[in-house]
């Protein structure tokens, strides 16, 4: 398959935007002004943000500039889409109205060309850890994000902060594997979706995989204020081709 003009869609997930990482914040600007304005569709497949503490937030500075980055290529003609990842589910109705995007659920199919691609961020499939799957189930329940978004936002902040460094603590005594989505999870969203093509987050290890004769992409995290630098998106053209560009084409 060849891929020439404008991509059908683009994906990219896992930038953890923050304050302090300002050369991440610059690519994704760059790419959401030189790439994502070029493509019919975006969409934004979670951990956006390193962490999103409701839309109650949507004034503080640094989110206002993220926000305003989507608008603008929403405004622009781009149709773009936001799936949640596990640092920014709290993302709410407000959110999707000020960035002009629409929230997609989790798994998610569209088709290009003669290929069915089903989205996920990622992390409902890592099901060997238990630990955090049974914190999903909790946190994704609508009766627990009433609760937490009834705290007044400098405590949720506090919070969240509690258990980000629970979860990188957690994370660095865990296996390979159980970090990992595992295939039995992917096998059972390939046969839920009938599709032919998954491309996911989350794990931060990207690379395409074989499943048979299905194709498993995963979609590189943001990291451009460490070393090794690195960062990505993948572009899905109409007659059903898929590349992988770096951030390495963008200019800053």
Known sequence: MTCTGRPFALFISDLHLQVSHPRTLE???????????????????????????????????FNAQVVAAIRTVADAGTAVYWMAGNRDFLVGDAFAQA?????????????????????????????????????????RQPAWQANFLGMPLAQRKTIIA????????????????TVDVTPDAIDAVFLETGADVIIHGHTHRPAVHEHGKKLRYVLPDWELDAEPMRGGWFALHADGSIVRHDFTELTQ
């Open 162 to 177: 509690g258990l980000r460094q629970g979860s990188r603590d957690a994370h660095t005594g865990k296996a390979y594997e």
């Open 99 to 139: 960035a002009g995007l629409q929230q997609l659920a989790d798994p998610h199919v569209i088709e290009a060309g003669a290929r069915r691609v089903a989205l996920l961020h990622g992390d409902a499939q890592c099901t060997l850890d238990t630990q955090y799957m049974a914190f999903r189930a909790q946190v």
């Open 27 to 61: 690519a994704f600007l760059a790419f959401m002004k030189e790439r994502a304005v070029q493509a019919e569709r975006l969409y934004l497949l979670g951990d956006i943000f390193e962490y999103w503490a409701g839309d109650d937030d949507l004034a503080d500075p």
